[in-house]
């Protein structure tokens, strides 16, 4: 069975720092991999995703990832923080052999000024 | 924005009750995802519909059921309302390939209050 693991509920980094929000999964077949963000009051929205290829992904607001198949393990990264990517960031796996998809609990990012 | 619209965005209702979670995809998706939010078990993927047809089900109550109709709108039905269901239930969609990496894009989602 697929899981994702976040483990971390919080993180809290300051301004201008590089920023990781940690996910680690766990899947029978081939993993595509999601990160999502969800302000207050909102749904998620779609930040990247990775599914072949290069294990560097790059996606919306400078965001990026690394995907790591030894480690199983898809870390969300950004150079630099803004206080305006406080919010809830969640990791999702899907396996590419089941229609599934398995969100982690999420983690609070609080970027502080 | 985008692009898929839930309605209402706020129920409140009692124990026992029977209510209708409604779904609008974004134009030219064809999956359609339902989701439960809560503090305590997180997001759950409930179940997935694809075209018309179930897909994929996840931690979906038998006193819940879903459909899609054929113009693609879908439908979460919640039926004998216990406390526990109070909670923001989310509908996505994507274009729902065969191989679906795709990602999903999220409404505003509904969020139930049980009294």
């Known amino acids: 069975a697929q899981s994702v693991a976040q483990p971390e509920d919080q993180v809290n980094v300051a301004e201008g720092n590089p920023l990781t929000v940690k996910c680690t999964y766990s899947?029978?077949?081939?993993?595509?991999l999601f990160w999502y963000v969800q302000y207050p009051n909102r749904g998620l929205q779609f930040l990247l995703k990775y599914i072949t290829g290069d294990n560097l992904v790059k996606g919306s607001y400078g965001f990026e990832a690394e995907f790591n198949k030894s480690q199983t393990s898809f870390h969300l990264k950004k150079p630099s923080a803004l206080v305006s990517d406080s919010a809830l960031y969640f990791c999702?796996?899907?396996?590419?052999?089941?229609?599934?998809?398995?969100f982690g609990k999420g983690t609070r990012l609080h970027i502080l000024p | 924005d985008s692009g898929v619209t839930q309605t209402p965005k706020h129920l409140i209702t009692a124990t026992g009750q029977r209510v209708t979670l409604r779904c609008s995809p974004r134009s030219g998706d064809l999956s359609v995802y339902w989701y439960q939010q809560s503090l305590d078990q997180g997001l759950q993927f409930l179940i997935q519909?694809?075209?018309?047809?179930?897909?994929a089900k996840g931690n979906i109550l038998e006193r819940f059921s879903a459909q899609q109709f054929p113009d693609l709108h879908s439908e979460l039905n919640l039926s004998s309302l216990e406390l526990g269901d109070s909670a923001l239930y989310f509908c996505?969609?994507?274009?729902?390939?065969?191989?679906?990496?795709?990602?999903?894009?999220f409404g505003d989602g509904t969020r139930l209050s049980i009294l």
């Open positions: 519909y694809y075209n018309g047809e179930e897909r």
């Open positions: 999702a796996v899907r396996d590419n052999r089941d229609d599934k998809i398995i």
């Open positions: 899947v029978s077949g081939n993993p595509y």
């Open positions: 996505a969609s994507s274009t729902g390939t065969e191989d679906s990496n795709q990602p999903q894009h």
